[in-house]
Protein backbone atom coordinates (compact mmCIF):
# COMPACT_ATOMS: atom_id res chain seq x y z
CA UNK A 1 0.00 0.00 0.00
CA UNK A 2 2.86 2.66 0.27
CA UNK A 3 4.88 1.12 -2.37
CA UNK A 4 4.75 4.45 -4.13
CA UNK A 5 6.47 6.40 -1.95
CA UNK A 6 10.19 6.51 -1.75
CA UNK A 7 11.45 3.95 0.92
CA UNK A 8 13.49 6.84 3.05
CA UNK A 9 10.42 8.78 2.64
CA UNK A 10 8.23 5.87 4.12
CA UNK A 11 10.25 5.25 6.77
CA UNK A 12 10.51 8.47 8.31
CA UNK A 13 6.72 8.50 7.81
CA UNK A 14 6.33 5.59 10.04
CA UNK A 15 8.94 6.65 12.68
CA UNK A 16 7.35 10.17 12.51
CA UNK A 17 4.25 8.33 13.74
CA UNK A 18 5.75 6.31 16.23
CA UNK A 19 7.22 9.38 18.01
CA UNK A 20 4.00 11.06 17.75
CA UNK A 21 1.69 8.02 19.00
CA UNK A 22 4.10 5.95 21.56
CA UNK A 23 4.52 8.39 23.95
CA UNK A 24 0.77 9.16 24.68
CA UNK A 25 -0.54 7.23 27.65
CA UNK A 26 -4.27 7.44 26.33
CA UNK A 27 -4.42 5.69 22.70
CA UNK A 28 -7.09 7.24 21.27
CA UNK A 29 -8.58 7.08 17.19
CA UNK A 30 -8.35 10.82 16.75
CA UNK A 31 -4.71 10.37 17.42
CA UNK A 32 -4.50 8.37 14.17
CA UNK A 33 -6.73 11.16 12.13
CA UNK A 34 -3.67 13.55 10.88
CA UNK A 35 -1.39 10.30 9.61
CA UNK A 36 -4.34 8.41 8.40
CA UNK A 37 -5.00 12.26 6.56
CA UNK A 38 -1.26 12.11 4.86
CA UNK A 39 -1.08 8.67 3.74
CA UNK A 40 -4.50 9.05 1.70
CA UNK A 41 -3.35 12.16 0.49
CA UNK A 42 -0.22 10.32 -0.82
CA UNK A 43 -2.16 7.07 -2.56
CA UNK A 44 -2.18 7.94 -5.88
CA UNK A 45 -5.08 5.31 -6.86
CA UNK A 46 -8.25 7.32 -7.31
CA UNK A 47 -10.75 4.42 -7.79
CA UNK A 48 -14.50 5.72 -7.42
CA UNK A 49 -15.92 2.28 -5.47
CA UNK A 50 -13.28 2.68 -3.07
CA UNK A 51 -13.88 6.01 -2.42
CA UNK A 52 -17.57 5.10 -1.70
CA UNK A 53 -16.95 2.61 0.25
CA UNK A 54 -14.49 4.87 2.80
CA UNK A 55 -17.32 7.43 2.35
CA UNK A 56 -19.79 4.93 3.57
CA UNK A 57 -17.40 3.85 6.38
CA UNK A 58 -16.90 7.21 7.65
CA UNK A 59 -20.58 8.10 7.52
CA UNK A 60 -21.41 5.09 9.83
CA UNK A 61 -18.66 6.12 12.41
CA UNK A 62 -20.23 9.53 12.53
CA UNK A 63 -23.48 7.77 13.01
CA UNK A 64 -22.32 5.48 15.91
CA UNK A 65 -20.68 8.31 17.57
CA UNK A 66 -23.67 11.21 17.13
CA UNK A 67 -26.18 7.75 18.61
CA UNK A 68 -24.30 7.32 21.43
CA UNK A 69 -23.70 11.16 21.52
CA UNK A 70 -27.48 12.09 21.91
CA UNK A 71 -29.09 8.68 23.70
CA UNK A 72 -27.04 6.87 25.94
CA UNK A 73 -25.61 9.42 28.51
CA UNK A 74 -24.25 8.03 31.23
CA UNK A 75 -23.33 9.41 35.05
CA UNK A 76 -20.41 9.12 37.73
CA UNK A 77 -20.05 8.01 40.97
CA UNK A 78 -19.54 11.20 41.92
CA UNK A 79 -21.39 13.54 40.81
CA UNK A 80 -25.13 11.16 40.68
CA UNK A 81 -27.89 12.97 38.56
CA UNK A 82 -25.81 15.00 36.34
CA UNK A 83 -25.42 13.19 33.04
CA UNK A 84 -22.06 12.86 30.97
CA UNK A 85 -21.93 12.50 26.98
CA UNK A 86 -19.82 10.96 25.36
CA UNK A 87 -17.49 12.86 23.08
CA UNK A 88 -15.13 11.74 20.67
Request: aromatic share 20%; net charge positive; hydrophobic share 55%.
Amino acid sequence: MIGHIPRPLALLYILGTAAVLVPAYLLEPRYFIVPYIFWRLSYPERRIPVIILELVYEFLINIVVLYMFLYKPFEWSHEPGVKQRFMW
